[in-house]
């Protein structure tokens, strides 16, 4: 079982930067892939990056340049900068543990929001 809390959200002018966290409780955080969601007000929810153990990370098109994905596994932490927001990207970001083949455990979401 793993408890996930995402921090770090808020409102930012378009061009800013943010760095979200999520600290995860319970065993074994380094061995999950981890990965950042987010979802805007009537689209779908979007994968935009995932972190594996190996150190090896994937990202969405919509976040290559912009995002990093990072992790501390003694601190049972993954982060995401942020940098360049755009408007576009305004929507509620969540982290995720993947087991096996699903994403199983998820945070309540951190809302970010981009003025123009």
């Known amino acids: 079982q793993v408890q996930l809390v995402e921090s770090g959200g808020g409102l930012v002018q378009a061009g800013g930067s943010l760095r979200l966290s999520c600290a995860a409780s319970?065993?074994?955080?380094?061995?999950?892939?981890m990965g950042w969601f987010r979802q805007a007000p009537g689209k779908e929810r979007e994968l935009i990056a995932v972190?594996?153990?190996?150190?090896?990370?994937y990202y969405a098109d919509s976040a290559k340049g912009r995002f990093t994905i990072s992790r501390d596994n003694a601190r049972n932490t993954v982060y995401l900068q942020m940098n360049s927001l755009q408007p576009e990207d305004t929507a509620v970001y969540y982290c995720?543990?993947?087991?096996?083949?699903?994403?199983?455990?998820w945070g309540q979401g951190t809302q970010v929001t981009v003025s123009s």
């Open positions: 319970g065993r074994s955080f380094s061995r999950y892939p």
């Open positions: 972190s594996w153990s190996g150190g090896s990370t």
């Open positions: 995720a543990a993947k087991e096996n083949i699903e994403y199983k455990y």
